[in-house]
């Protein structure tokens, strides 16, 4: 009589198969959390842009030239506080400022973006 042959799978087959699948869902898993977190920072950059804009916008329809110094002011957008610092320096040309917007987070106190322009005379 002839003994039947095993069939299946070993230990050792069934543990390599195993981990390529870990190594495969964790791959899976970083490039996800890779996507939400750029999802996130390029919110962050959109609110901050907003809130930017509207202090330089409002910085020209005042109509008069700046003092020179510091400025911060609160910016709400899409239920998040950030922080708006302007900063106003002189120009070697006595007609025209340089302004340069900072925008933080204000709940987690980190740079978000920051952007200059030029103001002149009316």
């Known amino acids: 009589m002839k003994a039947a042959k095993a069939r299946g799978f070993t230990l050792i087959e069934v543990l390599v198969a195993l981990t390529i699948v870990a190594i495969a869902l964790f791959a899976g898993t970083q490039a996800t959390s890779a996507l939400a977190r750029s999802s996130q920072r390029q919110t962050d950059v959109l609110l901050a842009q907003i809130c930017a804009d ?8 005042s109509r008069q030239m700046p003092g020179v110094g510091e400025s911060n002011a609160e910016c709400n957008q899409a239920g998040r506080v950030f922080n ?21 987070d204000a709940a ?13 005379r009316y």
């Open 54 to 61: 509207n202090a330089l916008y409002a910085l020209r329809l």
């Open 84 to 104: 708006v610092q302007l900063k106003v320096n002189p120009t070697p040309n006595p007609s025209f400022l340089r302004v340069q917007a900072n925008v933080r």
């Open 108 to 120: 987690q106190n980190y740079g978000i973006l920051q952007i200059s322009t030029v103001v002149g």
